[in-house]
């Protein structure tokens, strides 16, 4: 983690322990410790906490109670077919040993697992992830891995002043420099997250007005609504594809305005959507 230097040339770093833990299980221990689990907060009194200690194998460690859990299970659907098909099979009464019984969790049927798994999310913070190979778990623990690491940066990032804006080249961000360089493009880029809107179009109208100050002096200065509303609808757009121009339109003209005036947070721009 970066921390504060004590003055501006220094680069300090300093380490601290993860609060995440991932702990996998095998769908037999798995659908024990849920079945545990189920029985516990069924036996319990109305409105009492389950015990969650159940379920988890490492709840006894110290220091337990800080970490956050996310359990990772491989194969669950895989395993309670096959026990269905080649586990236990019913002999006569005279015949049956202990062993010969299944234990009650292969009974547990799918809407009972996701019950449970429901009161891990809502009363632990546990999060299960049901995974069918070991690549998707592989998969898992990258992006997990990858989310921890990246935590500091965008801690450290959210206190800048102006965090959503950041100094490096990105595939979904623009660059903007300190003289303003790159404005320009932020604001053409803004104008395309209307729907239906082409980049030619987007940049017809960001060359017609270079900034969302413009625009606004721009409606200021009309004299009535109609005209407020209608303001960009007339402004040529030059089409790369098809080679023939067209024009902005009384629609878009008219969203642009809105979302550029309007205070009502529930406004609905699009009508045809």
């Known amino acids: 983690m970066p921390s504060i230097p004590s003055a501006p040339d220094d680069c300090m770093v300093k380490t601290e322990e993860e609060k995440e833990v991932l702990v996998l299980l095998e769908p037999a221990d798995f659908l024990k410790r849920l079945c545990s689990l189920t029985q516990t907060f069924v036996d319990a009194s109305s409105?009492?906490?389950?015990?969650?200690?159940?379920?988890?194998?490492?709840?006894?460690?110290?220091?337990?109670?800080?970490?956050?859990?996310?359990?990772?299970?491989?194969?669950?659907?895989?395993?309670?077919?096959?026990?269905?098909?080649?586990?236990?099979?019913?002999?006569?009464?005279?015949?049956?040993?202990?062993?010969?019984?299944?234990?009650?969790?292969?009974?547990?049927?799918?809407?009972?697992?996701?019950?449970?798994?429901v009161v891990l999310q809502l009363w632990g913070n546990i999060d299960v992830q049901l995974l069918d190979t070991w690549q998707e778990f592989g998969e898992h623990v990258c992006a997990l891995t990858k989310a921890i690491a990246r935590r500091p940066y965008k801690s450290q990032l959210e206190m800048q002043e102006l965090s959503f804006c950041t100094a490096g080249v990105s595939g979904k961000g623009l660059r903007v420099e300190k003289d303003g360089t790159g404005l320009w493009q932020v604001w053409k880029r803004?104008?395309?997250?209307?729907?239906?809107?082409?980049?030619?179009?987007?940049?017809?109208?960001?060359?017609?007005?270079?900034?969302?100050?413009?625009?606004?002096?721009?409606?200021?200065?009309?004299?009535?609504?109609?005209?407020?509303?209608?303001?960009?609808?007339?402004?040529?757009?030059?089409?790369?594809?098809?080679?023939?121009?067209?024009?902005?339109?009384?629609?878009?003209?008219?969203?642009?305005?809105?979302?550029?005036?309007?205070?009502?947070?529930?406004?609905?721009?699009?009508?045809?959507?």
């Not at 099979?89 to 010969?100: A, D, E, H, N, T």
């Not at 303001?231 to 009384?250: E, M, Q």
Request: hydrophobic share 35%; glycine share 6%.
């Open 190 to 273: 803004q104008i395309q997250q209307f729907n239906r809107v082409s980049p030619a179009t987007a940049a017809a109208i960001a060359e017609a007005y270079p900034s969302p100050g413009l625009l606004v002096q721009a409606y200021e200065e009309c004299s009535t609504e109609d005209e407020k509303l209608l303001l960009l609808s007339n402004i040529p757009v030059k089409s790369d594809i098809s080679g023939k121009d067209h024009r902005v339109g009384p629609d878009l003209s008219r969203c642009i305005y809105l979302f550029m005036v309007s205070t009502n947070p529930d406004l609905i721009l699009d009508l045809t959507v």
């Open 47 to 117: 409105g009492s906490q389950p015990d969650l200690n159940q379920v988890l194998p490492l709840a006894s460690l110290e220091g337990s109670s800080t970490k956050t859990y996310s359990l990772a299970v491989i194969g669950l659907d895989a395993y309670r077919c096959n026990q269905e098909q080649n586990g236990w099979q019913p002999l006569s009464p005279g015949k049956q040993s202990p062993r010969s019984q299944p234990g009650p969790e292969l009974f547990m049927t799918q809407q009972e697992i996701l019950e449970a798994q």
